[in-house]
């Protein structure tokens, strides 16, 4: 029998109030842009999103983050049936046939758990790190119900489904899946979310769709305009809840919960924590909770390395470790460092994209596609915009910059290792200054490899594999003030030059933070 039980575990006290668990998988996330105070190239400046949904949450919540803070975990037993194969599942024959043609023939543990309860009309909260599969796990038995509903005619504006995804990265990502999924039914999906003009939006939803994947700033613009009417869904999946809460979306997500009525809830989140227990007990009475076995402190097939230098080796080391054929997603602090760096790998042959506020969503979508497919081995990205990066084949994240949040850590480290599969996670860190990483993996509750190594340590190739096509390269840029010379002014005309409008429109140049 299932065990529904859900409620807070025991605290334990390390004689701090407010630390509990070590358990979590969160990213800080930077705010809004603040005035232009100082131009010191060395000075931290907060990282800016551009991200319309963000923003609004902040202005509606007033919600700031809650910093390297650690919050109660909530307990979940590993409940359900076990199957082997989707057909076992009762599926439509079509959609198990397209999952098959996905690579998915065969369920994980998550998807073999929760179907069936969603299925059988249960509230659903999940529990598994990014790449468990949560989204074929609330996708199928979305498709599933319309498809045993029959053809219904669509009503303009009124989704019979919603997704919500707390960045636009993400809800492109499942739309990705679902529309797949949705299509070899007949049905049909549309993703609404800000940063870009809404009125291919609101055409979508005047000619009629199944599933809408929405984050919730721009989907509250539309109620708010009567562009979408939410009275009509029959069920509605919060993703990545976790990070939901993380970004200030608690009050956005109970108000659209609300206009949702009594809709199923299926709930999926990387950890179980007390502000997500604030939705569960307000709109999932008796959930069906599930975690997945083996995911409390994070899948064995991550290896965690702390790489630690000579600062004036760190060029040759890190060149060494972006040679290789795998893909690797390198975390810089900020965006004139992304830049920079990426500039400088790519001038040297290996392909790189990037990601930071800095880019529009055109360019985001780009580059992003650019990564998944392969035709970029290495993706060079700020905090801010890694939300994004969900991509299974990731063979290392390579920390150039190590974050101040054991969150961020954990967030960063779960962009490798996902869909079964391994990979590492490197810290770079010069000499003197190990202390910091180990306070760091202490608090992500995380055991590492120390390892001191030079240019040509036979533990890079072990790291990196074989050297991919042969590039010639003096030096790497870095773009900060630390470890390298960066030419800051031309960095930051170049960025200005990509953004500059038209001259022919009268427009006036904007202005760049060094982030």
């Not at 100082?38 to 983050?65: H, L, M």
């Not at 019979?160 to 990705?176: G, H, K, S, Y």
């Amino acid at each position: 029998m299932p065990n529904n039980n859900y409620s807070p575990a025991p605290t334990k006290s390390n004689g701090r109030k407010g630390y509990a668990s070590k358990k979590g998988d969160y990213q800080s996330t930077d705010g809004a842009r603040k005035p232009r105070h100082s131009q010191r190239p060395d000075r931290v400046q907060r990282e800016d999103s551009r991200d319309k949904d963000f923003s609004n949450a902040r202005a509606k919540t007033g919600k700031t983050f809650q910093g390297d803070k650690k919050l109660d975990r909530l307990e979940a037993t590993e409940v359900g049936e076990s199957f082997a194969t989707f057909q076992e599942m009762n599926l439509p024959e079509r959609l198990t046939q397209e999952l098959a043609k996905m690579g998915a023939a065969t369920p994980f543990p998550i998807q073999s758990a929760t179907i069936p309860a969603a299925m059988a009309g249960r509230h659903v909260l999940g529990r598994g790190k990014t790449g468990s599969g949560k989204t074929i796990a609330f996708g199928v038995p979305l498709v599933a119900f319309l498809a045993q509903a029959g053809n219904q005619p669509r009503v303009p504006l009124k989704p019979r489904a919603l997704v919500l995804a707390p960045t636009r990265e993400l809800a492109q990502q499942i739309d990705r899946t679902l529309s797949q999924l949705a299509k070899s039914v007949g049905f049909y999906t549309t993703t609404i979310y800000g940063g870009v003009p809404q009125h291919r939006q609101v055409e979508a939803l005047k000619r009629g769709v199944d599933i809408a994947i929405a984050t919730p700033g721009r989907l509250e613009d539309l109620m708010a305009q009567g562009k979408i009417d939410l009275s009509g869904l029959e069920r509605v999946v919060v993703d990545e809840a976790d990070h939901m809460c993380e970004l200030g979306f608690v009050e956005p997500v109970n108000r659209i919960l609300e206009a949702a009525g009594d809709s199923q809830k299926l709930l999926f989140s990387a950890t179980l924590d007390s502000e997500v227990a604030q939705l569960v007990k307000k709109f999932m009475p008796s959930p069906y909770v599930y975690e997945v076995p083996g995911e409390v402190n994070e899948s064995s097939d991550i290896e965690h390395r702390v790489l630690v230098m000579d600062p004036k080796d760190r060029s040759a080391i890190f060149h060494r470790l972006v040679q290789g054929s795998g893909k690797s997603i390198v975390f810089v602090r900020t965006k004139l460092t992304a830049e920079a760096l990426s500039s400088s790998l790519n001038d040297a042959g290996v392909p790189t994209a990037r990601l930071h506020g800095d880019l529009n969503q055109a360019q985001r979508t780009k580059n992003l596609e650019r990564f998944i497919k392969g035709s970029a081995r290495v993706m060079v990205a700020t905090d801010v915009a890694a939300r994004g990066i969900h991509v299974d084949d990731v063979k290392l994240v390579i920390q150039l910059d190590l974050p101040e949040e054991y969150k961020t850590y954990l967030h960063r480290a779960g962009r490798t290792g996902r869909a079964g599969r391994s990979g590492t996670v490197i810290c770079m860190v010069p000499s003197g200054r190990s202390r910091k990483a180990e306070e760091l993996l202490k608090r992500a509750d995380r055991e590492a490899i120390y390892s001191n190594v030079t240019p040509g340590h036979e533990l890079l190739e072990e790291l990196a594999g074989p050297i991919a096509p042969p590039m010639v390269m003096d030096s790497i840029d870095f773009g900060d003030s630390r470890f390298a010379t960066v030419n800051k002014n031309k960095v930051r005309t170049d960025l200005r030059a990509r953004h500059t409008p038209n001259k022919m429109g009268g427009a006036k140049d904007r202005r760049y933070k060094s982030r």
